[in-house]
Structures are given as C-alpha cells and as structure tokens.
C-alpha cells in the first residue's frame, strides 16, 4: 500500500466536498484550504485544515507544509504561491497549466498551436465602443462579450446582438479584460472528463449538457442521439486539447456540437467539473476518484471510467426564495434511483449551485421519465 499521503486541496466547496468524500473512502487525508465553516471542511475532521483563501499566498505557504501534493477545486486560484511551493511539494496540475486555462483569451491562443478547433475570436486592448465595433464587423453579430478571467456560470459573458447592444455589453463587463467571440451555432453542448496520469490521458464518455441562463442544468449520460462515431471524436477531441497542458488530474472539456456535426471547443478547466458529477453513480470510479488517484500516481483501470448505466444529473440551484433548494430536494427523495448530494451552503442565493440529483435506469429514456417531475418542480422554483 502507498504511505498515507497528505493531499492539499485549494478549495472547499462542493468540489472539495465530493474530493474529500472520495478521499475518505481510501484513507487519504485531504487539507483544505478555505473558510473555516466550508462544505468540504465540514465532513472532514482532522487538524490539516488551513483557514484562509486560495488567493492568498501565505495560506498557499501553509497549505503546502502540511501535505505531499497540492491540488485546486477551481482555476482562479494564486499561480504565483502554487509557482513558488512547487520546488517543495508537486503541484498537480502544474501551476502552469492552471495560469493559462485561468486566462480564458490565454488558454485559446495556447489550444490555438495545437490544432484544436475554436470558435474565432478577438481581443479587446482598450475596451472602447469604437474597437468594439469594429470586431463587430469583423465577426458579426451576434458576437459572445466574454472576460478573460474569473468567468464562472456565465457571468463574464454578455451576448451581442447588434451594435446598439455595445454600449450595455462595455458596461456590463466594465473593468475586466475582454475578448469577442464568434457566435456558435451549436446543435448541442458536450463534454467529456478527461483524466491525465502519469503516463496515459483517459476519457469517461461523452455527455450532453443544458444550460439555463448559462449555468449548467443538467447532464445527460450519454448524449442523447449521438451516434457512438461523434462519442468517440468528442473524446478524441478532449484528450488532444488535455494533452496541451502540464501535469496529472481531472480536467473538464466543454464542446459544441454544430449543425454539420462537427465539434468546437468551448473552453476546459484544470479541474473535476460539474459535467462529470454523474461519474459517481455511473461510473466504477467517479472523477473524483479518478483525480485523487491520478495525482497520487495510483492505477486507474480504463474500464472503470466506462458508462456502467445511463444517467442525468440536475443541478439544484438557487432559486426565487432561500428555501427552494429544500423544496426541491423534498421532491427528490420520492423520485426512484435519486442519488442526492447537497452541498451544505447555508441559505440559497439565486443562480447558487445548492446540490445535485443523478438518476440512473436501465435507458435514458427511462431516467429521463423518472427525473421529469422533478425537473418540473425545480422549474417552478427559479429565480
Ligand atoms: P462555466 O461555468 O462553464 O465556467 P463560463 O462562465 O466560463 O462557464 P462559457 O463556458 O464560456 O462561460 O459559456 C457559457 C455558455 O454560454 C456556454 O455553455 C454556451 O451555452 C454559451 N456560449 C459560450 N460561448 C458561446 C459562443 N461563442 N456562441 C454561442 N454560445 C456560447
Ligand atoms: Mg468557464
Ligand atoms: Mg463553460
């Protein structure tokens, strides 16, 4: 057996929480670095726990002392801490892959030298109406606003419909730095796990994402009327992006899928990732399994990230009153084949990720006759 390593982790949300569980299962014990109160530390009792922010370099310093590898639950993290503790503990992923997928703008131009296909895009320099227009003519409208950092849930996007919208767009997203995109006529939205070991870049399948007012709703496993040709190029696809970056663990590869069936990168993450929550009923090893091994240097059998039966996760999200999470996960307990997990965050915020539900059957459409009442009552709740 290894020799009880130490896994520092910056972050302590829902995607902690979910690490720490898989953690727990093999006697690993996770360091969290976040507040003291957050969902990860609460199911997690030990005197490794560092209290502070994954943005602040010393709590970055003190994590490091007190485990063997070093990992983050999101990008927006101090690359330049992880790039100075890195001479003393592993970093994984490497801080420099973290640094250029944080960077939205970055993390293309780096895909661009590998071939991936993207949709085109430009940088802002001054952010005036002026230069925006400008790109305007150039890819048409509507075009996708976007910030180049710290853009999660949508929010750092403004959609362009016209150059009359500019004025709203600059404001809306005043003080970030700015790139345009190209819009993508998307038939639908994918996404694969990729996991990156020591040796071997690995992939779960392919699945179908919704999104609701840019957050991710629900995830389909597999993607639904996706011949298996498309399944496999998604991965292809995702493994070659993956490939692009230093260092072990899970990353998250978002795609569309365009009306000549083609794919297009929409952007990845150097972290387990809300596409991938179904892993944990779906799947022998969960991404979070999968990332704790991967960066451990652990076996990860390629069979067990194969589809072991069809699932869909929704999202519980925030909705009009601090409640309606409850509410809907009342609902939830009555539905067959619910897995809940929620996450612990006290009172919802609307557009707040509260928990989730993965439904398993024998066929998706199956799962998907036993989800729909739920479905309904969470549409009833939103914001
Ligand atoms: P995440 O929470 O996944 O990190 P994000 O805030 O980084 O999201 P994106 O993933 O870039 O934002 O975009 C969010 C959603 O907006 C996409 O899933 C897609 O539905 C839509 N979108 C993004 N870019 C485009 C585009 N160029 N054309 C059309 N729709 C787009
Ligand atoms: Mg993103
Ligand atoms: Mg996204």
Redesign the pocket.
């Known amino acids: 057996m290894w020799n009880s390593p130490k896994v520092g982790i910056l972050g302590g949300g829902q995607l902690g929480r979910m690490l720490v569980e898989s953690a727990n299962r093999l006697n690993i014990q996770a360091n969290i670095l976040d507040a003291d109160n957050s969902p990860a530390k609460q199911i997690s009792s030990h005197d490794g726990h560092v209290t502070g922010s994954f943005k602040e370099p010393d709590a970055v310093r003190k994590l490091a002392e007190t485990c063997d590898v070093i990992t983050a639950e999101i990008e927006h993290v101090d690359t330049y801490a992880l790039e100075e503790v890195a001479s003393k503990v592993r970093v994984e992923p490497s801080w420099q892959a973290i640094r250029t997928i944080q960077n939205?703008f970055n993390q293309k131009e780096h895909l661009r030298k590998y071939g991936i296909p993207m949709?085109e895009h430009r940088e802002l320099v001054n952010n005036t109406p002026e230069e925006l227009a400008q790109i305007g003519e150039e890819l048409g409208y509507p075009m996708?606003l976007?910030s180049k950092t710290m853009?999660?849930?949508?929010?750092?996007?403004f959609r362009v419909n016209s150059k009359e919208d500019i004025p709203e767009a600059l404001e809306a997203l005043k003080d970030r730095p700015l790139y345009s995109?190209?819009?993508?006529y998307f038939k639908m939205?994918l996404a694969v796990m990729v996991i990156k070991t020591k040796d071997d870049v690995l992939s779960y399948p392919t699945v179908e994402t919704v999104?609701e007012d840019?957050i991710?709703k629900l995830v389909y496993a597999p993607a639904r009327n996706v011949p298996d040709a498309i399944n496999q190029q998604a991965q292809a696809l995702a493994r070659k992006a993956v490939s692009a970056f230093e260092g072990k663990g899970a990353f998250g590869v978002?795609m569309f899928l365009l009306e000549d069936n083609s794919l297009m990168l929409?952007?990845l993450?150097s972290r387990i990732h809300n596409s991938g929550h179904w892993t944990i009923e779906g799947c022998a090893l969960s991404q979070f399994d999968s990332h704790i091994r991967a960066i451990l240097d652990l076996p990860i059998p390629p069979k067990s990230l194969e589809l072991l039966q069809p699932s869909i996760m929704l999202n519980i999200i925030g909705g009009a009153t601090p409640d309606s999470h409850l509410k809907a996960t009342e609902a939830a307990l009555s539905i067959p084949n619910a897995s809940i997990h929620l996450y612990s965050k006290g009172a919802a915020k609307p557009g707040r990720k509260m928990g989730h539900v993965t439904v398993t059957a024998a066929t998706i459409h199956e799962a998907e006759t036993m989800i729909q009442p739920l479905v309904d009552v969470v549409d009833t709740m939103r914001a």
């Open positions: 939205k949709a996708m976007k853009a999660y849930d949508g929010r750092g996007n995109e190209k819009w993508a939205e999104q840019s991710c978002e929409c952007e993450a």
